[in-house]
């Protein structure tokens, strides 16, 4: 990333001697009090899906401390083990709010997981598309955009309708929706570099494809590839919700956020709402502070905006 | 011209064929096709004849070209659920899904072209301002769960609208509809309302965009300078340039809303294509599921046909680039 902000160094009016491109960085971002927030967030969110199991009050997926006569708890009532659930039980009556600290857990792991793969895919084969050039690049360039002309949602949706349910399944279907995202973000960044002086230098040294690609290409393309990739972890934590709601992502082995949604469904409407609203809520809270940090890294990052 | 539709269509067909390919792979390669394509209750002597009459004790290339000679002649099998050809069951179901994505459509043109517009008018005041925090909130929201908050405060709480189904349909022009009834319309309103979300935050910030631009023009300034009323400068001189891009967009749209409606649908039991293909994953219904993706891409492969060609009409330079390339 630093070599990304050197490039665009404008003399900037509080000329600190020390100051370091990640540091300059760091303090454009601060300066918008709601992305602070977004940061916050997501630290928040990140802590509970590491640190779920000793977090959360009770461990939901252990039989025998799930006791059956707990269920469907309201708000605030203690269950049989004494542990006061404050956010209610479910209809197994597992304390919701243990439910959605593990529930979080799985779908921010889907998320990152396929949002790292793809990443890494579609930055290959942008990279590649944009660095030959000629027939490579619209060959792949017809399939980004082929891709690009249907909905995630439908995508997703026939991967899985041939494929079965399943964490891998459902992790193999993010990616293959996510990808062209990727290469055509990057494709587009590096045909821009491709023809700037340092990759001619770098040519004339006779440097190796892989390593002109690698090491001088890709860390000029990061910025937007940073903030594509923030986007795309929050847009695939809600296209997994959505499928897993449909009862075509997870197993119900895997309860996520869009899966505790589901099951509180069905609850909804004899108005025991906290089973599905709450986990609701969560997820919305999980999507607005991923998109929050995104919006801001777009406008820090933009360089057309750079005062 | 020609040559670009001819290109196109050559292109669709390639598109259909590489489905027809993974459709095919997905269900008689991946998984046992015994298992999914011959009702499980079957005895042993059914599912030998099964197996003999669907052609599986054949080689695969045999049968991949007998899986697409009978897709071609319109058979895609037989739903095990219902026993009726699967093409019949969707085909059956799509007009509650068109009804659906139509009125969502025309709502979110309706409401968000004179939201975005106020939003472009007065940027800084409290409604403009909470118009697009609002149009954020649509975006970032997810449907199914926007869904459920609709059945809990309107079916629930306020107990004034139907929490789902399709309610009492109306004949018109030959096909079943629910907006011609008061009760119909009660029914639809929610769903309707839950897919047009989306869509409608996109319609505002368009045509809060588009207004912006518009209203500096030099056209704008001459008739303040010729004395016409404010009403009638915004609501001619804008509207009608602001209307074209909108529009178009949400022409473009048509086909995602078809695919957002399996959620909608499924969330408000509305008896469309989207809840036919969830029931039948849900139940295995193999042949309902690969005639609907069959289907489903045929018709995206239709909409992105038509609005290329639109495009081309309506712009000369994607027909050029087309041409060079």
């Known amino acids: 990333m630093s070599v990304a902000m050197n490039e665009g160094s404008a003399p900037g009016a509080a000329a600190v001697r020390d100051e370091t491109p990640l540091r300059r960085f760091i303090s454009d971002f601060c300066e918008s009090k709601i992305a602070i927030a977004g940061v916050l967030g997501v630290l928040l969110i990140a802590i509970i899906a590491i640190f779920a199991p000793w977090l959360s009050p009770t461990n939901p997926y252990d039989l025998a401390t799930v006791d059956i006569m707990d269920s469907r708890l309201s708000p605030g009532k203690q269950m049989m083990s004494g542990v006061t659930a404050f956010l209610g039980t479910d209809g197994m009556g597992r304390d919701m709010l243990s439910a959605m600290f593990y529930g979080l857990r799985i779908s921010l792991g889907v998320g990152v997981a396929s949002g790292f793969v793809a990443l890494c895919i579609g930055v290959c084969v942008g990279l590649a598309a944009a660095y030959f050039g000629g027939r490579v690049d619209m060959l ?168 | 011209m020609s040559v670009f539709i001819i290109r196109r269509l050559l292109q669709s067909i390639v598109v259909i064929w590489v489905m027809s390919l993974l459709v095919f792979g997905g269900v008689y390669l991946i998984g046992d096709p015994i298992d999914m394509l011959i009702n499980p209750e079957a005895d042993q002597e059914d599912i030998e004849a099964a197996i003999r009459a669907l052609g599986l004790d054949k080689p695969i290339h045999e049968q991949y070209w007998y899986f697409l000679a009978n897709a071609l002649k319109g058979d895609l099998g037989k739903s095990f659920i219902f026993s009726e050809p699967a093409l019949q069951l969707i085909l059956a179901r799509a007009p509650a899904t068109m009804e659906l994505a139509i ?83 009660s029914h639809i309103l929610l769903p ?87 029931e039948s994953i849900d139940q295995l219904d193999r042949p309902v599921i690969v005639a609907y993706l069959m289907i489903i891409v045929f018709m995206f492969i239709v909409i992105n046909l038509l609005v290329d060609i639109l495009y081309s009409i309506l712009d000369p330079r994607v027909r050029l680039q087309d041409i060079r390339a």
């Not at chain 1, 589901?262 to 609701?280: A, C, H, Q, R, V």
């Not at chain 2, 929490?163 to 907006?179: D, H, M, Y």
Request: glycine share 8%; with cysteine.
């Open chain 1, 140 to 307: 792949i360039m017809r399939v980004v955009d082929l891709q690009l002309s249907f909905p995630a949602i439908l995508i997703a949706l026939i991967l899985l309708a041939t494929l079965g349910k399943g964490v891998d399944k459902i992790v193999i279907a993010l990616i293959v929706v996510q990808w062209a995202y990727f290469a055509r973000t990057v494709r587009a960044t590096a045909m821009v570099e491709r023809h700037k002086e340092y990759i001619e230098a770098a040519t004339c040294l006779a440097l190796s494809h892989r390593r002109i690609v690698f090491r001088h290409l890709l860390p000029n393309c990061l910025p937007p590839l940073i903030v594509v990739g923030t986007v795309q972890v929050a847009s695939a934590i809600a296209l997994e919700a959505t499928l897993s709601f449909l009862g075509i992502g997870l197993p119900v082995t895997e309860p996520s956020l869009g899966l505790l949604i589901s099951n509180g469904f069905e609850y909804m409407l004899s108005g025991k709402y906290w089973i599905s609203i709450y986990p609701g809520l969560a997820l919305l809270f999980t999507i607005v502070s991923i998109n929050l940090v995104g919006d801001r890294l777009r406008d820090v990052l933009n360089p057309r905006l750079q005062r």
């Open chain 2, 103 to 185: 009125v969502a459509s025309l709502m979110s043109i309706m409401l968000g072209i004179p939201l975005g517009m106020w939003a472009g008018l007065k940027p800084d005041s409290i409604a403009g301002k909470s118009i697009m925090t609002g149009s954020i909130l649509g975006f970032s929201l997810p449907s199914f769960w926007v869904g459920i908050l609709f059945i809990m405060l309107f079916a629930v709480m306020l107990g004034v609208l139907p929490a789902g189904g399709r309610g009492p349909t109306t004949e018109f022009l030959g096909l079943q509809v629910s907006f011609l009834s008061a009760k119909g319309l």
């Open chain 2, 192 to 278: 309707a309302v839950n897919l047009a979300l989306f869509k409608l935050s996109l319609v505002i910030r368009l045509s809060r965009a588009g207004t912006q631009e518009v209203i500096h023009q030099d056209y704008i300034k001459f008739a303040r300078a010729k004395g016409l009323s404010e009403r009638r400068i915004i609501l001619v001189h804008v509207l009608k340039n602001i209307l074209i891009p909108v529009v178009t967009v949400i022409g473009l749209e048509f086909g995602s809303v078809i695919a957002f409606a399996v959620v909608t649908e499924t969330v408000f039991a509305w008896p469309g294509m989207g809840k036919l293909i969830i």
